[in-house]
């Protein structure tokens, strides 16, 4: 079975503290996603990366970075966390190719900022 | 842009029955995939159905089935013999055909299914 893992379920942070989300993909998965969820407004696009050290914003960017140094792993990044980023935050990876290739999540990370 | 509109915030269903859940999307292209994702209380999204909007034939997997209109754009799911295990948000997604760098999956807002014993 595909498993995408991140590494924290829980976290509670401070404002304006560095924040970092990690993800693992063990199926050699071209592309990743970072989604954040919210209650009423579903899952919206973060950042995604089609490859090693490529990049690309997706709906919400602002306030996030991201890095992938290695092809299993995406690091969300929150340079400094403020409260309107409590949230809960997803990880997703698929394979390259169609578009019908399953996009596969993680657990998911609650994060919250006080 | 592409959009996703689940029109019922809320739904239920007796065990044992039959259950539809609603999906409109808009888009200009043609060739794109849609989906139902299941998202149970532990948080996991959990891939219900696919379906390929070239292809006529509603997609059905096991006790879930898709009643796909392209025309109308709609893409409803439907849910036999409810389950208590079956109680969770779904979520429907739209996904264009761009091939390997894109193909980001555009969600709706979202239902939230009970079922009651």
């Known amino acids: 079975d595909v498993k995408v893992t991140q590494s924290s379920r829980y976290l509670v942070k401070r404002t304006g503290e560095k924040v970092f989300l990690e993800c693992v993909q063990d199926m050699d998965h071209e592309n990743m996603f970072w989604y954040r969820q919210d209650p009423g407004l579903g899952l919206r696009l973060i950042y995604f990366?089609?490859?090693?050290?490529?990049?690309e914003k997706g709906d919400i960017p602002e306030g996030y970075s991201v890095s992938r140094e290695k092809k299993e792993r995406f690091s969300l990044i929150l340079e400094s966390a403020s409260t309107n980023q409590t949230s809960m935050y997803l990880c997703?990876?698929?394979?390259?190719?169609?578009?019908?290739?399953?996009?596969?999540f993680g657990e998911g990370s609650w994060l919250t900022v006080v | 842009a592409q959009t996703v509109t689940q029109s019922q915030p809320e739904m239920s269903v007796q065990e044992a029955e039959t259950v539809t859940l609603s999906c409109t999307y808009d888009t200009s292209e043609s060739d794109y995939y849609l989906f139902w994702y299941k998202q149970p209380p532990s948080r996991q999204m959990i891939l219900v159905i696919r379906?390929?909007?070239?292809?006529?034939q509603n997609a059905t997997e096991n006790r879930f089935s898709v009643n796909f209109q392209k025309a109308a754009k709609s893409f409803s799911l439907k849910i036999s013999d409810s389950q208590l295990g079956d109680a969770a948000m779904y979520f429907c997604a739209y996904r264009g055909n761009y091939g390997g760098s894109q193909g980001n999956l555009i969600f709706g807002k979202g239902t939230k299914l009970s079922v009651k014993p």
């Open positions: 379906q390929e909007a070239y292809k006529q």
């Open positions: 990366s089609y490859d090693v050290k490529m990049k």
């Open positions: 997703a990876s698929s394979d390259g190719g169609t578009s019908g290739n399953t996009i596969y």
